[in-house]
């Protein structure tokens, strides 16, 4: 099947009991046995539950993998990954990833003796000399959040496997249906759900998806025994938002590229650069046209100072100032004071994040719309 119809269909067959054509929402904490060692599959809601079931291998079979594993959010996933390692373990991580990302496995993973090199994962040279005997795993963000810098995924899987290590790509800027990770040769990739998938600002929620027996097991292991899992509503609403992931996608892509364009092209004067890999100036649009079937909804911009950046912000009106992304409302974030505080000054700074920069996540409004906004807030500079 192709994208749009397993987002339509997988994991939602209609109801065995009912013929319900949406999964019901199966809100149960345990389920009762039909006598003394004898279930139905299902034992209690922490370690399984038949709307969270749906949902995992509807996202599965978005992603092209085999098991899939739903947490409660983007960053329940994100520990659950870094639980697969142990003391002593070192991880090379893309050096401009989500702010949350840089905050668990600096201020959290490392106390527990996780050692972390955070490193440009667009260069392949720098990789490797960056190994230790004690390398487990890779962990990049394509595009990178806000810079959006991308890492050759292919290039990623080779180093990997090479050196026998776990390659692990979060794809929540591009979603499933503009990347695959996995059919690069990806071991693990991981969304934040509350993002793109959902795309309803409704909901939070984390996935995971592999095509490894092994690394499956043990996550399945570790979503039980840690408990963070999304409840069946969630669940419910994340699966009820991948049936319209491609229809959204399309627009989000549509809009932005539009939208960057534009940018660049007429407001010069107005900024420092447009960051977006659909621009013909991004340093990996090759990469972008090669490994992508589009080019997502975020745009990035400079514009050379907070006092820009401030007044910008401050006089968009359909642009709803705000953290998080991928809903179908456009949202505007300044991500030095949102969403990459904790990363310190001196880190932001080598990879480019700085002050007067400001993150678009574009929405599916009507185009002209977004861009009178976005020229009108510009004119303020």
Wanted: hydrophobic letters at 40%; a neutral charge.
């Amino acid at each position: 099947m192709k994208f749009s119809t397993k987002a339509i269909h997988a994991g939602n067959e209609p109801d065995k009991e009912t013929g319900a054509v949406n999964v019901p929402i199966y809100a149960t904490s345990t389920y009762a046995d039909e006598a003394f060692g004898v279930s139905k599959g299902y034992d209690y809601g922490r370690t399984i539950n038949p709307t969270r079931v749906r949902l995992e291998e509807n996202l599965a079979a978005l992603e092209n993998g085999k098991f899939g594993f739903a947490f409660s959010s983007g960053m329940a996933a994100t520990h659950a990954v870094g639980t697969l390692l142990g003391k002593g373990d070192h991880v090379i991580v893309s050096q401009n990833v989500y702010g949350g990302t840089y905050r668990i496995f600096e201020k959290i993973m490392r106390k527990l003796g996780l050692d972390f090199s955070w490193i440009d994962t667009s260069e392949e040279k720098l990789i490797k000399s960056t190994l230790k005997p004690n390398t487990k795993m890779i962990f990049v963000e394509t595009p990178t959040n806000p810079m959006l810098t991308l890492t050759d995924l292919e290039m990623i899987s080779a180093v990997a496997k090479a050196h026998k290590l776990i390659s692990v790509c979060d794809n929540t800027f591009m979603s499933p249906y503009f990347q695959n990770p996995l059919d690069m040769g990806i071991d693990i990739v991981l969304h934040s759900t509350t993002k793109y998938i959902n795309g309803h600002s409704d909901a939070i929620g984390g996935c995971v998806i592999t095509s490894s027996p092994d690394i499956a097991e043990q996550l399945k292991f570790i979503q039980n025994s840690v408990g963070a899992v999304p409840s069946p509503f969630d669940c419910y609403l994340v699966l009820r938002s991948t049936k319209t992931l491609a229809l959204r996608m399309a627009r989000h892509n549509e809009n932005a590229i539009i939208i960057a364009n534009e940018i660049e092209k007429n407001f010069k004067d107005k900024i420092v650069r447009v960051m977006y890999p659909g621009l013909e100036s991004h340093p990996q649009h090759a990469l972008a046209k090669k490994q992508m079937r589009g080019f997502g909804g975020m745009i990035s911009i400079d514009l050379g100072s907070l006092e820009n950046a401030v007044k910008f912000f401050n006089a968009l009106k359909i642009f709803s100032r705000a953290e998080s992304l991928g809903g179908v409302e456009s949202l505007v974030c300044h991500p030095v004071s949102m969403t990459h505080g904790a990363v310190p000054k001196e880190e932001r700074e080598k990879f480019g994040l700085t002050d007067g920069l400001v993150r678009l996540s574009v929405g599916c409004e009507d185009c002209e719309d977004l861009l009178e906004d976005i020229k009108n807030a510009l004119g303020k500079i």
